[in-house]
């Protein structure tokens, strides 16, 4: 590659010197480098690695394994948050049950998110480690990393880890002596932004096509090949080695008084700020602090609306950035935390077009299996279309108000079209009248054919 | 599974290694099933694309149906069932890139090469195509070029991306 090439080149970034991140304060960063080179595996061990591996494997039970992620109250860093201790608790294990999976949804497709990314390039062991502990607690007998196909690093990187982690005795029989036997494969993907969902996940790792399956039963009772399959997110697997190590008390405290959750989390800004990147903050921080870090927005333009995680996650207006970026407090201002990742819009965009692209993104990635999202998201996209043009009809916005509530949750098989509808709904709340101003005709030429064939 | 056919009756060939490497990945898996995306992407690695005739060796060296691997094959995309480029250009159309110029830089990708999205130069030498989320959304807008992410990338960084791809 010429110099000139690799100037191009993306590098992600933690925007925190090494100064600022400790092992007291940033578990999942403390070990980086400034200059972003990978952790590998002697660094890894001389900076406490694995160490609570080795004590949790021979000093404790997998319960109170469950009972410490509990407490800690770890809560799902894929965007859903629901507390990881919960959901072990949950998992079939005793007698006559098989031993299952530990599977890393390692599918990070979620406009505008990209920390996983940063993890499993940077310190792919701190993720070995989280899914060994992981798969104690569960009874799981084997692991898959399913990382998305294009994330090339980091598929070097997790097969360089994977292969010291064995050498070492971290994965294979008898682990530190405890007797516990466990491996992991990495498994990686062909695209499709639905296999991050996680049923739909297990089908593709089992080489269908990825559609989702029907809950119940959940992963947890019967999952890949039948069996008890756990998955959880790169993020929520990362956390574990703290909290097993420093304790739940430890980790709770972490964020203080700023949220119920505990830990930290791997915010980050992208869209129209001027530093944009990735932060290792107490859960619970703010989102003026957060786009303090990022330099404001830039020069010249004004903060119209942001995004707090990811392209399905309700638009939120900059008043709100005044709340923490924790999952209950975002949830009741009406959208969702989804990955604490921000988007950030300004007065320079607007908002129709950024929907229609948003929901041209949905209605491309819909697996097809369902009729409201397969049918009403490209229905969705085509009045938004015409909206943009200035060619909307009377009527039309009223009809994207009743496919945001016919897309939402409870009407389809998976949480994709409700992912759709969330920004819509928001859009259309907070910037109706931009909406309003694309409507010019009484019926006109973009009437929008209650069955769309074809490409949108 | 000794009998498996490595000749398609188009007249695919199967190179051995390939082969071997599927019935490899075959016995991963609790079934044989879960070898299909990987088994694609052998073929894929070798010819560009999946040939018609792979899917039907494929589904023999796994032991499945041949609808059951075009299924599979047709779900996935970046699994190609046409001929593409030497190169396959991927051009992130997700969020944080439209918000960051995405359109202009699609705009300079069409014009410069000729072609539109899903299409193939006529040298054969780049294929076109949108991509979600590349997860590189703090340096928008994002591209992939065969295994190499770039961001952020202007319009005018076009001649020197694509110089870096004969």
Not at chain 1, 9 to 34: F, G, K, N, V
Not at chain 1, 174 to 183: L, M, P, R, Y
Not at chain 2, 66 to 84: C, N, W
């Amino acid at each position: 590659m010429t110099d000139a090439l690799s100037r191009l080149r993306y590098r992600c970034q933690l925007r925190q010197d090494a100064d600022e991140r400790r092992e007291e304060t940033h578990p999942l960063t403390w070990r980086l480098h400034d200059d972003g080179t990978p952790v590998f595996l002697k660094e890894y061990e001389d900076k406490d690695g694995y160490a609570a591996v080795r004590h949790t494997l021979n000093e404790q039970t997998g319960a109170q394994v469950i009972d410490a992620m509990k407490t800690a109250n770890v809560r799902g860093r894929g965007g859903a948050g629901f507390s990881a201790g919960v959901k072990w608790s949950l998992t079939l294990q005793g007698d006559g049950m098989p031993r299952g999976y530990i599977v890393c949804n390692a599918d990070e497709m979620e406009p505008g998110t990209f920390k996983d990314r940063l993890l499993m390039e940077q310190t792919p062991h701190l993720l070995i480690e989280g899914m060994i502990l992981a798969a104690y607690a569960n009874n799981a007998r084997y692991g898959y990393i399913f990382l998305r196909g294009e994330y090339i690093e980091a598929a070097n990187h997790i097969t360089r880890a994977l292969k010291e982690a064995r050498d070492a005795g971290w994965l294979g029989a008898d682990i530190a002596g405890s007797g516990f036997d466990f491996d992991i494969a990495l498994h990686t993907g062909a695209g499709r932004y639905i296999c991050g969902e996680e049923t739909a996940l297990i089908n593709s790792l089992e080489g269908q096509r990825a559609n989702p399956r029907a809950k119940p039963p959940f992963p947890g009772q019967s999952g890949a090949w039948g069996k008890p399959t756990v998955v959880n997110n790169v993020e929520t697997l990362c956390n574990v080695p703290a909290v097993l190590r420093h304790g739940a008390e430890w980790y709770q405290g972490l964020s203080g008084q700023l949220s119920n959750d505990g830990g930290t989390k791997l915010y980050g800004v992208s869209g129209r700020a001027k530093r944009t990147g990735l932060w290792e903050l107490p859960i619970g921080t703010s989102g003026t602090e957060l786009l303090d870090r990022a330099g404001g927005i830039r020069d010249g333009e004004q903060l119209k609306a942001w995004l707090p995680g990811g392209g399905s996650t309700g638009f939120l207006l900059p008043e709100h950035l005044e709340l923490p970026l924790d999952f209950d407090s975002i949830g009741k201002a009406g959208s969702r935390m989804g990955t604490g990742l921000l988007t950030v819009v300004t007065d320079q965009q607007s908002i129709v077009s950024l929907m229609r692209n948003l929901e041209a993104f949905f209605a491309r990635e819909s697996c097809g299996w369902c009729t409201p999202c397969r049918d009403g998201l490209p229905w969705t996209v085509k009045i938004l279309q015409a909206l943009e043009r200035g060619e909307g009809e009377q009527g039309d916005i009223e009809m994207l108000d009743k496919l945001a509530t016919d897309l939402g949750p409870g009407r389809t098989f998976c949480a994709h079209a409700p992912g759709a509808a969330m920004p819509l709904s928001s859009a259309l709340q907070y910037f109706r009248d931009e909406f309003e101003r694309g409507v010019r005709h009484e019926t006109g030429p973009a009437h929008a054919d209650p069955i769309p064939v074809g490409e949108v | 599974m000794e009998t498996a056919q490595t000749i398609a009756s188009d007249g695919f060939v199967i190179e051995a290694a390939d082969r071997e490497a599927i019935l490899h990945e075959r016995d991963h898996y609790e079934q044989p099933q879960a070898a299909c995306i990987e088994a694609l992407k052998i073929v894929q690695r070798r010819h560009g694309w999946v040939p018609d005739g792979a899917i039907a060796v494929i589904a023999d060296l796994l032991g499945i149906s041949p609808a059951s691997v075009e299924g599979v094959a047709t779900f996935y995309s970046l699994i190609f069932r046409q001929p593409v480029g030497r190169h396959v250009i991927l051009v992130c159309d997700s969020s944080s890139c439209f918000l960051t110029d995405y359109e202009a830089l699609r705009d300079a990708f069409t014009d410069k090469l000729g072609i539109g999205f899903g299409q193939t130069t006529s040298d054969g030498r780049f294929t076109l195509l949108p991509v979600c989320c590349l997860g590189a959304c703090d340096r928008g807008p994002a591209v992939m070029i065969d295994d190499d992410t770039f961001g952020p990338v202007h319009p005018d960084d076009l001649d020197t991306l694509l110089e870096g791809y004969a």
